[in-house]
């Protein structure tokens, strides 16, 4: 499943899919065209692998010089998988500023050391964008991103256990004095935490658009299956209940909608109400369908499997937990109320 992944993300930049989206930068009409196609065609997981790469990496490197440069080139051909690693194995994933990942720099060099775990394209990517500190103060300048080519020595790749999200080639890294030239660093030194900031916003609009594209797929063989099946000799679609419960996923579906059209206007504040929302009505509109689906749901790939896949919407970019903590502290900025 993980060659899949690697096929799709090398037609894709074959077909010049990637170079057109990434000409301007990619539009929100652009981005969730894309998705969509991916999300009826392929399994979350390999999904996955290219929506990281998608949404937060080619932005990261976009408009960068020296290694960065022809690394992103090569990604842009299909030539080249790449990886996000964030998740520190020293903090808890919400906990960027307590990251144990360190960048010791020379004048020419710098040594890196630390670990990464839960990362997306980890066993199938060429080259791995790492956030790591620069310095020990928990400040947002302390941070810097490293590229990192998985074949350097010092670099070890582990799959992660566990059968969900087939394709996407999670796994965990370690770097053991893994040394490099300067011209690895990504974005400056002490700009690393600025840039994750500035791009998270599009990691957050393009899981909205994909949570959309999916809940339309997700409810309409559930329609069609509702038609088809019968319940007391009549269509289950003719049933008041069951309709009414059809109807609550269709509007949880126009919410995500309505929310991603509206991002581009918002701050990172306005990103993680959409992160939180997307999550909720994600997992309702899945939740649902699978019930609808009876023992089907069960089945090999079936709804049973896609609900549990999707819980990383509340996970992935920030838990729900964290992103709710975050809003908390802006209640009266949300509501256009004066502080005290």
Known sequence: MSEQARELWRSLGERGVLRALFAEGPSREQLGGLLAELDREHPVGVVLSACVQLATILPILRGETGAAAKVYESALSGAAVLALAATDAAAAGSDLTSLGTKAELAEDHLVLTGAKRWITNACTADHVLVLARHRPADHFTSFLWVLVPVTAPGVRVEPASGGLFAGSGVGHLEFDQVRLDREHVVGGVGRGMVS???????????????????????????????????LGGRPMWTNEAIRHRFARCLVETRRIEAMCAQVEQWSLLGSMV???????????????????????????????????????????????????????????????????
Not at 198 to 207: I, P, S
Not at 209 to 226: E, F, I, N
Not at 296 to 322: K, P, Y
């Open 196 to 230: 994750f900031g500035r791009h998270v916003t599009t990691e957050r609009l393009a899981g909205g658009l994909w949570a959309a594209a999916m809940c339309r797929r997700v409810l309409a063989d559930t329609l069609k299956s509702l038609c088809e099946r019968q």
């Open 274 to 340: 959409l992160k939180v929302s997307v999550a909720e009505s994600l997992d309702l509109v899945l939740t649902e369908c699978a019930q609808l689906a009876g023992a089907e749901a069960f089945a090999e790939g079936g709804l049973a499997q896609l609900r549990a896949e999707i819980g990383m919407f509340g996970i992935a970019g920030g838990a729900s937990g964290a992103m709710l903590a975050g809003i908390a502290e802006h209640a009266h900025d949300l509501l256009g109320l004066r502080a005290g």
